[in-house]
């Protein structure tokens, strides 16, 4: 199956009352191991590339072409959005022009009008293309590949301006934060959800930070639209430790277990485990076919 735009499997999932999972991805193996768990799950599934993570890559046109070409080695018949994470406006329109499915800019860190102008500017460019976009409104806490935000709570209101300029998707500050949350964190702000959800007309909401947020949690924030969830930080540790604990047991010095694909199998594993456990708790299996 091509790559497909968020659009009708997020809509799905806000009309469903379940939420999609955004996995970031890192290199091969994690591309891999995203895409397979989705078809092993019967899940629609969107892959997120941070600026970062795309320059490590060898640049946005050689994730895109890695992206297809395993979809086809691999036979994947779920639907595959290939998304832009935080991405800057110069990098929302380098991915649209490459291919991108589905773009989010970031200009939650902009005046709000330039925001809105901005935003604008970029739903312009991917309705040529049918490419979804993820505005932002309220920043989310914490850094993620050199993109830091302060944390700040979304006002419903400005949310319903961005909401109403032809976006796919909502991403609204409600307390989330990227990485692990402090010991000290008050929880999600389900009270400004709620009335982020009734002023945005319907329009399938984001949460960042998926990492450590408990489930209940995030099952009350489907109730209240949230759609689509994004999650990095959980994978990430996963195959670390997962590739640890295969080198701490000596397995790399044992035969040829010094192969890289050897090495890294356990961390692909690892990683297998983490998106299918999030697909259960999103609400997502069994739903690709529509
Ligand atoms: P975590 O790394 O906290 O899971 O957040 C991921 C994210 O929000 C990507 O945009």
């Known amino acids: 199956m091509p790559l497909v735009s968020a659009e009708n499997m997020l809509v799905q999932a806000r009309a469903e ?4 999972g955004q996995f970031n991805i890192n290199n091969l193996e994690w ?9 092993e799950s019967a899940s629609p599934v969107i892959l997120g590339v941070s ?17 297809a070409e395993l979809m086809k080695t691999l036979e994947i018949t779920v639907p595959v959005a290939l998304h832009l994470d935080h991405g800057s406006y110069e990098a929302a329109r380098q991915c649209i022009d490459v291919g991108f499915t589905s773009v ?18 970029i739903v312009r460019l991917a309705s040529q293309k ?5 505005a932002e409104v309220g ?6 590949d050199g993109v830091t935000g302060s944390g700040e709570v979304a006002d419903p209101e400005e949310c319903r301006q961005i909401a109403s300029l032809g976006i796919t998707m909502l991403a609204a500050g ?14 999600l702000d389900m009270e400004v959800l709620e009335e982020i959800g009734e002023t945005t007309n319907r329009i399938p909401l984001v949460l960042h930070g998926g990492t450590g947020i408990p489930d209940e949690m995030v099952q009350e924030a489907i109730g209240y639209g949230v759609s689509k969830i994004n999650v990095n930080t959980e994978a990430q540790v ?6 640890r604990s295969y080198i701490e047991a000596g397995k790399d010095r044992e035969g040829k277990g010094f192969d890289p694909r050897k090495l890294l199998r356990p961390g692909y594993e690892a990683i297998i485990q983490v998106v299918k456990e999030k697909m259960e708790l999103f609400g997502s299996v069994n739903r690709a076919s529509g």
């Open 17 to 20: 009352g379940y939420a999609v």
């Open 31 to 39: 591309t891999k191991a995203v895409l397979t768990a989705a078809e």
């Open 51 to 67: 600026e970062g993570a795309g320059k490590y890559m060898g640049g946005f046109n050689t994730v895109r072409a890695m992206v």
């Open 104 to 121: 989010m800019f970031d200009g939650s860190h902009y005046p709000f009008e330039e925001n809105v102008e901005k935003t604008k500017e």
């Open 130 to 134: 049918g490419v979804s976009v993820e």
């Open 139 to 144: 920043s989310i806490g914490g850094e993620e």
């Open 174 to 187: 409600i307390g989330n934060v990227h990485g692990k949350y402090p010991d000290n964190w008050q929880g």
């Open 238 to 243: 996963a195959f670390t430790e997962a590739v």
